[in-house]
Every structure is written in C-alpha cells, then in structure tokens.
C-alpha cells in the first residue's frame, strides 16, 4: 500500500497507539487495520461501514464485551 495514505485512529484508543483500529479512505474505498499488523489491510465501503457504526452505536455489539 502508499505510504502516503493518511491513516486515522480514534480517539479512545491506547496511549501508545496499540490496541486500535486504523481507518483511511483512498479511492472511494475504506481501508481498515490494526495499529499493531499494519501489513494486514481489509477494504470495505462508505456504505457497509456506515451500517455497521449504526449499528455499534444502537448497541448491537455489546455483548461481545461482557
């Protein structure tokens, strides 16, 4: 991948920016990693990401971290 793609992470996570998700938009895709296994990239789209923080923000995932 560029080296030039411009990598964002929340806000929420570690202070040493272990343990979070990475995001970035290059073409029209949306490009999702792991802080800690860049080399690992998964690309998905505006729309399937948008349906699935709808869905984190409802609540729908929140038995996965009890």
Avoid at 2 to 8: A, H, L, P, R, V
Avoid at 15 to 31: D, K, P, R, W
Avoid at 36 to 46: C, E
């Amino acid at each position: 991948m560029n080296s030039e793609i411009k990598w964002q992470k929340s806000s929420f996570s570690g202070g040493g920016g272990e343990q979070c998700l990475e995001l970035a938009e290059v073409a029209g895709e949306i490009l999702v990693r792991e802080s800690d296994d860049p080399g690992v990239i998964v690309k998905t789209t505006q729309a399937k990401l948008r349906a699935f923080v709808l869905g984190a923000k409802n609540g729908e995932f929140d038995h996965l971290f009890s």
